[in-house]
């Protein structure tokens, strides 16, 4: 059992679209990202997003954030308007959920809440389903419906096969929104096609917000070749966007979070 450390931190920005993502780091440590080259695409993929789930973070001391805090160099006080560990009583999850509900600038939608969640690959179904139970409890805390649920699922190929993937309470209940396609691919190497890193929708208005889904393919975007790019990571980032306009509301100043899971490894 690993309880994530989180930080959080609020980017000003001025777009009307509100775009949260999720990355799987592959290792984030402080010696890979104190080599110039790699610090300086993880800090372009994470200024593109106004909340990042930053996933992988292997370094305890936490140095490796505070360098990256500092190439990012933003700080404000964040809108966060309550937070937990999901308490894991049946010890289902390697990597307890860390919720966290937080302003959306939007009168649509005046509040959201994310729910990230790293899978281990030998127990991928059994989390999944067991993520649906944490749906269930953040809306009974919370009485809150509109809610994303993302990160490295490990929901394909040898890790998830579609018969167990059709077969999910995220999948068979009504609500739920898979924004990131079965077909997609979230992984760099040339070699693999899998849709392991996903983002889930769910609430009416959540919903009503959408648009555009992707993973976001930082190699081609940055001119990196495989090789290069797997200095950086193995996954791609996947996003969605979500529309702040509204009829007859003004723009409000964008709140940003930054959302970095520290994954102790023993």
């Known amino acids: 059992m690993h309880y994530p450390a989180v930080l959080l931190l609020l980017l000003p920005g001025g777009a009307e679209a509100f775009r949260i993502c999720a990355f799987n780091a592959q290792r984030l440590t402080l010696s ?3 080599r110039e080259h790699v610090m300086d695409i993880f800090v372009r993929i994470l200024a593109r997003c106004d909340i990042m789930v930053l996933q992988e973070v292997v370094d305890s001391s936490g140095s490796a954030i505070s360098l990256l805090l500092r190439e990012l160099n933003r700080s404000h006080k964040t809108q966060v308007l309550d937070s937990y560990v999901y308490e894991d009583k049946d010890d289902l999850f390697a990597r307890e959920p860390f919720v966290a509900q937080f302003t959306f600038p939007s009168k649509v939608l005046p509040s959201l809440v994310l729910v990230p969640l790293h899978t281990t690959p030998k127990a991928v179904e059994k989390e999944l389903n067991a993520l649906y139970d944490v749906f269930l409890d953040v809306s009974q805390r919370w009485q809150s419906k ?10 394909d190929c040898a890790s998830l096969n579609k018969k167990r993937l059709a077969e999910l309470a995220l999948r068979t209940e009504a609500g739920f929104r898979w924004v990131i396609a079965d077909g997609e691919d979230t992984t760099v190497r040339a070699s693999t096609h899998c849709a392991y890193d996903r983002i889930v929708l769910h609430g009416e208005r959540c919903q009503s917000l959408l648009s555009s889904a992707a993973a976001f393919n930082f190699p081609r975007s940055f001119r990196l070749n495989e090789e290069e790019a797997l200095n950086i990571s193995d996954h791609y980032p ?28 023993p």
């Open 32 to 34: 890979k990202v104190a």
């Open 146 to 155: 509109d809610m994303i649920l993302l990160g490295d699922f490990n929901a």
């Open 238 to 265: 996947v996003e969605v966007e979500l529309s702040r306009a509204a009829p007859r509301v003004q723009p409000l100043s964008l709140a940003a979070l930054l959302l970095l899971l520290l994954l102790l490894l």
